[in-house]
């Protein structure tokens, strides 16, 4: 590896333009993983990146060489720490990014839902959850929860910002994910059963019987979901809080919606 001391290095300057501007990471279907972990869970999905980036400190580390390994013909950039630093998002970065092309088509083994098929998959929807840690975040747990299908409708953060990547953890390479999904239509031809998660009102989560394949919709973090997009939904679903509290974050009402789903089927 040659090392790059220099911001005027071109190829440092692409890979610090990339990591900065997110319009240009949509117009380019490019991102960023940030980490050792991250990487290791495109791998072990059959996704390659097209550039390395190593921090000069990093360069010897066990987890770093061993990943390098696995991907001896990738092209590897080796940072002054100062300048990957420019690059990583981390307050303190192991010193491993990876570019990825932000994969077109879902992951080994999951593809992607057809609304009109007889036996459905059960299927996360998010309405205009716009905050990329809640959505990083309800990704995660829909692949813990065992739910493999994720549609993002308009209005959502971007799924594969490295800002969401981060906070999924590798969940994403686990997951079918369709973004800017035209989530009426998709709530109207699917099969199973759909459940709007809202604050009041609905039927209490413990009251539902969860055996059908089921379609969650959760909405923005502070306008809930759409009032079209509740009336289209077959069941309404709310969690009991305790007296005086008034809801919960996003996330955090999806791993219990999910979580009880889950418990009901093992």
């Given at each position: ?34 980490g ?6 495109a791998?072990?999905?059959d ?22 390994a696995?991907l ?25 990014l990876?570019?990825i ?26 309405d ?10 309800l ?14 409708g ?6 594969w ?6 906070a ?15 989530l009426a ?5 699917y ?17 539902l019987d969860?055996?059908r394949?089921t ?7 502070g ?20 007296p ?23």
């Amino acid at each position: 590896m040659k090392l790059i001391a220099s911001r005027d290095n071109p190829s440092f300057k692409d890979l610090r333009d990339l990591a900065r501007d997110a319009r240009r990471q949509k117009r380019e279907a490019l991102t960023l993983l940030d980490g050792p972990h991250l990487l290791a869970a495109a791998l072990d999905h059959d996704v390659l990146p097209d550039l390395l980036a190593v921090a000069e400190s990093a360069a010897a580390l066990p987890e770093v060489t061993a990943l390098l390994a696995r991907l001896p013909r990738v092209p590897v950039l080796c940072l002054r720490d100062a300048l990957f630093r420019e690059i990583s998002e981390l307050a303190a970065p192991v010193g491993l990014l990876a570019r990825i092309a932000v994969p077109s088509a879902p992951q080994k083994g999951f593809p992607l839902v057809s609304p009109s098929a007889s036996t459905p998959d059960d299927c996360l929807l998010l309405d205009a959850v716009q905050d990329a840690g809640n959505v990083g975040t309800l990704l995660r747990t829909a692949a813990a929860a065992g739910v493999r299908q994720v549609l993002l409708g308009p209005g959502c953060a971007g799924a594969w910002t490295p800002r969401v990547l981060r906070a999924a953890q590798g969940a994403h390479f686990a997951l079918a994910i369709r973004e800017q999904v035209d989530l009426a239509a998709f709530l109207r031809d699917y099969p199973g059963q759909t459940i709007a998660a809202v604050a009041h009102a609905g039927q209490s989560l413990y009251a539902l019987d969860f055996v059908r394949p089921t379609a969650w919709l959760f909405g923005n973090e502070g306008g809930g979901i759409a009032p079209e997009l509740v009336a289209a939904a077959t069941l309404h679903a709310t969690i009991p809080l305790a007296p005086g509290s008034e809801s919960l974050n996003v996330a955090a009402a999806a791993a219990v919606c999910l979580f009880e789903m889950r418990r009901q089927r093992v």
